[in-house]
T-cell receptor, first 110, second 115 residues
Framework: GQQLNQSPQSMFIQEGEDVSMNCTSSSIFNTWLWYKQDPGEGPVLLIALYKAGELTSNGRLTAQFGITRKDSFLNISASIPSDVGIYFCAGRGTGNQFYFGTGTSLTVIP | GAGVSQTPSNKVTEKGKYVELRCDPISGHTALYWYRQSLGQGPEFLIYFQGTGAADDSGLPNDRFFAVRPEGSVSTLKIQRTERGDSAVYLC?????????????FGQGTRLTVV
């Protein structure tokens, strides 16, 4: 199955720092979603993007749908310890299935 | 229910046995998805249902895997003659509608271990 390229693969940051991660695809997508997954749990939806160029915020999180429709990024401002986890992007093209990125593992050091 | 529910949460089976994994989607959600997640990887698409029918089963790895959703609500993923390589977390998600402007919500997954 198709997987999207996410970078960085892992991040170690100090509490209070901002975080940026991105996701790229060789295919055009109509929808981009960002999820967070904690150990032993299913992915939890953070932000959904539906239009090229769209910039959407959810608290300290901001995500953008790239204008080429082949990429998206997620920013987390003023990180806190509970931001620790694995972040996945997911894209949907003309079909209805979602393809997931390879994940970015975030560690926040207090 | 309030969220997507998957049972069992853990399943250990012997190589060659048959297993069934159950997904109970959010009430009223017409679209249901099955994914498989191996350690350190993102979820990999298996199959998608719209109502009772499998709209896309292109992600099923081989004919040992089969899924049903007979009444358009609960779905069962069935794996025959299990192999050690089938060990993974199997995730189910549902969304209100397929297509644009809909969001998929996941269950907590079933961890399958084939020994």
């Amino acid at each position: 199955g198709q997987q999207l390229n996410q970078s960085p693969q892992s991040m170690f940051i100090q509490e209070g720092e901002d975080v940026s991660m991105n996701c790229t695809s060789s295919s055009i997508f109509n929808t981009w979603l960002w999820y967070k997954q904690d150990p032993g749990e299913g992915p939890v939806l953070l932000i959904a993007l539906y239009k090229a160029g769209e910039l959407t915020s959810n608290g300290r999180l901001t995500a953008q749908f790239g204008i080429t429709r082949k990429d998206s990024f997620l920013n987390i401002s003023a990180s806190i310890p509970s931001d620790v986890g694995i972040y996945f992007c997911a894209g949907r093209g003309t079909g209805n299935q979602f393809y997931f990125g390879t994940g970015t593992s975030l560690t926040v050091i207090p | 229910g309030a969220g997507v529910s998957q049972t069992p949460s853990n399943k250990v089976t012997e190589k060659g046995k048959y297993v069934e994994l159950r997904c109970d989607p959010i009430s009223g959600h017409t679209a249901l998805y099955w994914y498989r997640q191996s350690l350190g990887q993102g979820p990999e698409f298996l199959i998608y249902f719209q109502g009772t029918g499998a709209a896309d089963d292109s992600g099923l790895p081989n004919d040992r895997f089969f899924a049903v959703r007979p009444e358009g609500s609960v779905s069962t993923l069935k794996i025959q003659r299990t192999e050690r390589g089938d060990s993974a977390v199997y995730l189910c998600a549902s969304s209100l509608l397929p297509g644009a402007a809909t969001e998929a919500f996941f269950g907590q997954g079933t961890r399958l271990t084939v020994v």
